[in-house]
């Protein structure tokens, strides 16, 4: 046990590293999907909706392990600008890991669309039937996805930044 | 994962970041090459770096300019259309084929649907339309839906999506003169003989006089999964019971305008119009390609009874604001390896996507109804 009292706990870091997986392979799924008419279309299609789902689940999971188990703090001598850019961008992971399924759900529920996850799951509509919200929805989930893979970069870049340049206990705290 | 070494011996000393930076040329370099091939990455998948791959999106704005510009707010193909509403009961030869709800013993199932020409323009006039469609809804209580969307052709005039697209580009009118160019129809056509014999089919076959008397295809294959499990390729058929009829060329060219919504309507009025759903049973060795048709003498299934009972224009229909994805299907019926409709599924979303962002005229056939009240 290297410092216990500065790393996440296993859960969070359980929870960390299986959606990172998840998340990155639904950007790439979803921008795959929209962009292909093979018969891949259809397989990627069912995949993002199960997907979706379990990273719904999993990220309600987190927030709550994260409320009763704070996150150990950021370096001490890491600059303010750095301290308050970590702490937004985290924000932001998880209000588009929430936002990005619920718009999804909402969207294909007001296209009057079957919900169906993991073969034969079928979801309730989260909303009426509406055209003119679909149409919205869609378009938001699109710039969301694109603001999440932008938001995902900076994570990335900001996690190689502790572990190769600072070499600080950031990235040994979430492994 | 590389070096996690000290983490408490360099955090109280450490310089400031832009320090920090200039010392580690290479660590900053590999962590920018990280990022541009995670982004690169995303971008190749996105498609965004292979422009000549077909995408959705390519699909849709080839049919739009092939149209002269996309007609606002309707549908990208089969944009003229009228709403319905009615029932289907399943035969009990059916249940042994596939065991989708819509078959079940006893039901009537819930239906609702659109009659539809295939042209882009929603305004053209009915006697210059060749294909007509019919696109289902299949609700059966408590129990998954089923979509479909089917035509009235002797098959397909392709068989994959890259040569739809092809025929689209070919058939897009040059600027210059207005008329597409018969050079590269011509071109087209030497390159794709299925489509070649497409035209041959309907070019022998007469044109019913109007949606009632009509007969719509599945133009695609699908595979019925049967209750112990059992897969097997098939194409159906909505045959219309009402007698058949066609209509000299003469007669249609007289005609007004909506002439086969405004006969729809008025035989609507009259009482309801059926439709024996036929499945055709592939022998092992058929082309599940759908400019290509199977022998005549394979077996056919009554499959059960299609009732429509009211049609009504799409503003206030049931129609106008659903996607007749024709892979929304309900256990017991399957996609089968025909391409098409994996294409067609994303192509229609792309097209459901516009339409609904976009204010929508009235269509040519609004404010009219007839039969039942649903």
């Known amino acids: 046990m290297i410092r216990p009292a500065h790393r996440f706990n296993l859960l969070a870091r359980l929870l960390h590293w299986t959606m990172a997986a998840l998340v990155l392979a639904m950007l790439f799924i979803g921008i795959g999907m929209v962009s292909t008419i093979s018969p891949r279309y259809h397989a990627l299609v069912s995949i993002h909706k199960s997907i979706g789902i379990v990273i719904l689940v999993l990220v309600a999971i987190r927030l709550i392990n994260r409320l009763i188990s704070p996150p150990p703090p950021l370096p001490a001598d890491l600059p303010a600008s750095q301290k308050l850019a970590a702490k937004l961008s985290h924000w932001v992971l998880y209000l588009l890991m929430f936002a990005l399924p619920l718009v999804g759900w909402a969207m294909l529920s007001a296209a009057g669309y079957p919900i169906v996850v993991f073969g034969s799951l079928h979801l309730p509509p989260i909303l009426p039937h509406d055209a003119a919200v679909f149409a919205i929805l869609r378009t938001t989930h699109t710039v969301l996805a694109l603001l999440l893979f932008a938001t995902f970069l900076a994570h990335l870049g900001a996690a190689l930044f502790h572990a190769l340049i600072r070499r600080d206990e950031v990235l040994p705290s979430m492994v | ?374």
């Open chain 2, 1 to 374: 994962m590389p070096d996690q070494a000290e983490p408490a011996k360099s955090a109280p000393d450490l310089p400031d970041t832009a320090t920090l930076l200039r010392r580690n040329p290479i660590r900053l370099l590999a962590i920018g090459l990280v990022l541009a091939a995670t982004a690169a990455s995303f971008a190749y998948v996105g498609g965004f770096l292979t422009p000549q791959r077909l995408s959705p999106n390519h699909f849709i704005d080839a049919m739009e300019t092939a149209a002269g510009g996309p007609h606002a707010g309707f549908r990208r193909a089969h944009a003229k259309g009228i709403c319905f509403a009615g029932h289907f009961v399943g035969s009990p030869q059916a249940r042994g084929l596939s065991s989708a709800a819509v078959f079940a013993s006893g039901q009537s199932v819930s239906v609702s649907g659109r009659f539809a020409e295939a042209a882009p323009d929603p305004f053209a006039k009915d006697s210059s339309e060749a294909v007509r469609s019919m696109a289902l809804r299949l609700q059966p209580a408590g129990a998954p839906e089923w979509r479909m969307a089917i035509n009235d052709t002797p098959g397909l005039h392709v068989s994959t999506p890259r040569a739809f697209y092809e025929n689209v580009v070919a058939s897009t009118p040059d600027p210059a003169t207005g008329k597409p160019d018969p050079a590269k129809m011509q071109a087209y056509l030497a390159r794709h003989p299925e489509t070649v014999a497409f035209l041959a089919r309907m070019k022998a076959r007469l044109l019913a006089s109007g949606f009632a008397d009509d007969s719509y295809n599945s133009v695609d294959g699908f595979l019925f999964v049967a209750p112990d499990g059992a897969r097997r390729l098939v194409r159906w058929t909505m045959q219309a019971e009402e007698p058949f009829a066609t209509l000299a060329p003469a007669v249609r060219d007289a005609k007004p305008a909506n002439y086969m919504f405004d006969d729809l309507l008025a035989r609507i009025a009259k009482g309801p119009v059926r439709w024996r759903m036929i499945a055709t049973l592939a022998q092992p060795g058929d082309p599940n390609r759908a400019a290509e048709v199977w022998p005549a003498d394979r077996q056919r299934i009554d499959m059960g009874e299609l009732t429509i009972d009211r049609v009504e224009s799409e503003a206030t229909g049931n129609c106008q604001d659903i996607n007749f994805d024709p892979l929304v299907l309900p256990p017991g019926v399957a996609p089968s390896d025909d391409p098409i409709p994996f294409a067609r599924s994303a192509v229609y979303s792309v097209s459901f996507r516009r339409r609904t962002s976009e204010h929508k005229a009235p269509s040519a056939v609004a404010n009219e109804s007839a039969g039942a009240r649903s």
